[in-house]
Each structure stands twice: as C-alpha cells, then as structure tokens.
C-alpha cells in the first residue's frame, strides 16, 4: 500500500498525526452498542493523574506472582512454561543480532534487520519472563544483554513498512524492559537510560505517526507500542496521546449496528464516501457485529489487530483506566463472529463472496481473560479457538506467550 517514504512525506504525516491527536482531544463521547445492535451510552474515564504502576505494561506484578505459583505447582501452567523455556527464545546461548538501520520494505524485496529485530525483542521478552518465574540470574542477564545490544546500535528504521516494524518490535520491547527495569537490581542505570532514549527516539517518533489510510491493524499496533513504551518512560502525554488514538480506532475496525448502515470512517483520512469505505472493507457490501475491517482480507490480520486492541486495553486497565469498558461490545462480537467461523461454521454468500481466509493466530488470549474471567461472560467459542492454539505459543511478531501469562490470570 505504500513504498518507499520520502521527507516530505514523513513530515506530512507527522502534521497529520498532531491534527488529529489535537481533533481527537475535541471528540465527544460515543456510543456502543450490545450484540442486538441497541445502542449504550458509555462514560469515559480520565487516567488517574498519579504515577504508572509498574511493572504494568501487558502483564502486572500481580499477574506475574500469580504466575509463578503456578507453574511452581505444576498442571497446565508447567507444560506451557515448559514450552517457552525450551524455545529457541529461552536459550541461554541465544545471540541478538542489532542492525543500525532496519530496512522493512512492503513488497518482495528483502528487508535488512527486520526478522532479527522482532526475534530479539521477544527473546529478551522471554527471557525476562523466564528470570520472574524461575528467579534464574542468568535470564536476567541474557534479556538484559539482548536489550543493551539493541540500544547500543540501532538508530532509525526506513522502507514503507517502517511503522509497522517498529510498532512490532517496540511492544516486544517494552514488556522485555518494564519487567527487568523494576524487578531486577543488575540492569546498570546508564543502560537503562539508554535503552530509554532508544524507545523514545527510534521507537516512540516512529509508531506515533498515525496511518488512517492504511489497514486499521497499523494503527492498533503502533498505538499498543506508544501505550507499552509511555508507560515504561512514564510518560503522561505519550500515554494520553494513545488513548485518544485508541478511541478514534478501534470503532473503526470493528462494526456494530448502533454504527449506522456502514462503518465509521477512519479518523483523520481520506476514506469519506460510502464507495471509498465498502472498498476499504475489501468489497464487503452487507455489515454485521463484529465484523472487522480486515474481515474480507484474512484473519490473520484481524487476530493481529484483536491482540493489539486488547493489549492496548490491558496495559491501561493495570494503570487504573477501563478502556475494556469502552469497547467491550465491539470485542466481544468480533471474537463470537471470527471464533464461529475459524471453527468451521459454514460461510454465507454475503459474507465475502463466501470465502474467508481462516488463519487466525495465538491472538485472543489477553481479550478472553478479561471478559470470561474478570466480567463472567461466556464465549464459549473463542474460547475453544484459543484452546486450539495455545500450543503456537508466539507468532513471532508481537504477541507471545499469552496464554501462560494471561489464560484465567485475572
């Protein structure tokens, strides 16, 4: 959709950015609707003013003790940290592999750095998570070296799928260092701080750029890695700024009949007329709850956006704000369409010309531990859609290992 981005065209879409960042300031509050279409008037909170909690970015301390007991009693919890631990990402002998500029391109081309940086990200992600639960130094220090060889490196990242890439990594990032910035004495301050002006200048500039034009699951995950990583800078604005982005989004990508006859636009693009929106929805001309934007493309893509939006929820649901609350009937009717038919459920003619591309990866574990665990609603069939995967663990991008940390971890 894109190629290679030029000055001009950065700048452009950094105004861009702080026009709809200052727009969305001025947004008053919408509706939702329930599963019948009958829409509910939702309050939205202000964060609290006071500091971040930490660590409380995708998983908090309470769910990382919770954890702990867990796989040290054994049962289903052990046979998954089994897994992680025995990854190529739990290796002690794992190797980063930084790159000064990562070249991500959007076609066929090869890229420069991209695989190695998503991978390392979620290997320092692993092993920070093997160091909380084992108490084992020596992870400790494998994901404290993983992220200082990064930081120590790498300066930008170019080619159209730039945003995209950071955002990946970037979500991967910041879990990796909230765990180990205030769970681990032996990280060295200088590094940290280091680290810190590498998510803010190589990561946080990048996936703050808003791309409303492009498929919606760019800006879910580039706002899940300017959430992730304004939290571990403890940084107000950054956070808000996401926030507001999420409120604009996630509406967008998700349909529900309080909607009106077609889905909202994205904010802030050039997608405006009935014909321009049925084609951004890939040719899809009758809409249902739930139905995502990228519904008609694949489910691949629509796992990844409902795994960013959640996490976006997540990590500010630890920091006292229920954005759950705000979206929840959008989520909850995306995970009952998508789950009935990644199940098998037989695909009417009006629903993409009858054929769905059904490859939804590990990506509803965060989404389902709220609302079957925290909120005591059934979905009993996204739930048997991320029994079925539990055994993937990661798709290597930005989500892993979320059904040991979250699976009935309230």
Known sequence: ????????????????????????????????????G??????????????????????SKAQLNRLRKRVKAGGEWRSSFVAMRHSRYGSLAYTAMPVRVVECPPDDRPGYGCVEERQDAIAAYTQALLWYIT????????????????????????EGNAGL??????????????????????????????????????????????APDYN??????????????????????????????????????????????????PPGGHIRTPDRIRDYWFGQRR?????????????????????????IAETAWHQGLDLYGEVGKRMQAALALHARYQLGADVPRWLCGGNLDLDMGPDTEVALNHFRNRRGVSMPQAQRVAQRLRNVGTDDLFVAWEALTHAKNR
């Open 165 to 210: 890439q950071a955002a990946w990594a970037g979500s991967s990032w910041a879990r990796a260092a909230e765990i180990m910035r205030h769970t681990y004495g032996g990280w060295p301050r200088n590094r940290v701080r280091r680290f810190a002006g590498m998510l803010r200048t190589v990561y946080l500039r990048e996936v703050s750029v808003t």
């Open 135 to 158: 108490r084992d130094r020596a992870h400790a220090r494998k994901a404290v070296q993983i992220m200082d060889a990064w930081s120590a490196v790498v300066r930008d990242h170019t």
């Open 287 to 311: 809409f249902v709850n739930g139905l995502g934007q990228e519904t008609c493309r694949n489910f691949t893509h629509v796992g990844y956006s409902l795994a960013a939006t959640a996490h």
């Open 1 to 36: 959709m894109s190629g290679l981005r030029s000055n001009g065209i950065r700048l452009l879409l950094r105004l861009t950015a702080l026009t709809v960042a200052l727009l969305a300031t001025l947004t008053s509050p919408v509706s939702l609707a329930d599963a019948a």
């Open 38 to 59: 009958t829409a509910e008037p939702v309050v939205r909170q202000s964060a609290p003013a006071r500091g971040f909690k930490h660590p409380g970015v995708l998983v």
């Open 216 to 265: 919606g699951n760019w800006d879910l995950a580039m706002t899940d890695a300017a959430m992730g990583i304004s939290v571990f800078l403890d940084d107000r604005r950054g956070f808000d700024r996401a926030v507001r982005r999420f409120r604009a989004r996630v509406p967008a990508y998700f349909y529900l009949k309080s909607d009106g006859p077609l889905p909202k636009r």
